[in-house]
């Protein structure tokens, strides 16, 4: 999908988006697929001749902000600087800029350091809304296995924070002496059944 361009801003951000009604499900047959650029927000459909798109089944979940702490750095053509994610989703992150503030609009290459002593996650993204010191981010691209490393990171977060829950209700039940150890697994396997 590297070669396909939003009509109307002319960047690379597109993404493939669900197929909506009658008339899209049979241009699917024709490989017309539909697509929305992330940046303008722009919907359009293009023919990917020969590809066939695999109905993928996602884990909502990945996609609600969690809250979290780690650093990261940011970079566009004249800005430079560093931040503290404070909560981090598969499709973008709220973070405090230390140095420098970028602008909403901006496309940044982010290196999220979401674990010491590994190499950091590089995602291009854009800024959607500033708070004062606060960024708000969209991931538009990762490099190489940035992707796959940041979804262990957040299935982690997801498996902790349930066994948080499971630990609270624990708490209230009076029963959490046996079970305090729970919330300190770091493996991300959760010993309590995950609640949906
Ligand atoms: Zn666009």
Known sequence: MADLRCPNCSKEYVARVAR?????????????????????GCRFSAVQWGVRYLRVEEDRREYERLPTGFPLAFSAE?????????????SGCTFRAETCQPKVGDVLGVRLQIAKDVEPVAVEAVVRNVRQD??????????????DRLQ??????????????????????GADIQHDHWGERADGKSPVSVKS
Do not use: T
């Open 20 to 40: 909506v009604g009658f008339i899209e499900g049979l241009l699917g047959l024709f490989y017309v697929y539909p697509f929305k650029c992330q940046l303008c």
């Open 78 to 90: 004249a800005l430079r600087g560093d931040g503290m994610a404070c909560d981090v989703s598969m």
């Open 134 to 147: 606060h960024v708000g981010v969209e991931f538009l691209r990762f490099q190489q296995a940035g992707k």
């Open 152 to 173: 262990q990171f957040v299935r982690f977060l997801l498996a902790r924070r349930a066994a948080q829950a499971q630990r609270a209700e624990n708490h209230v039940a």
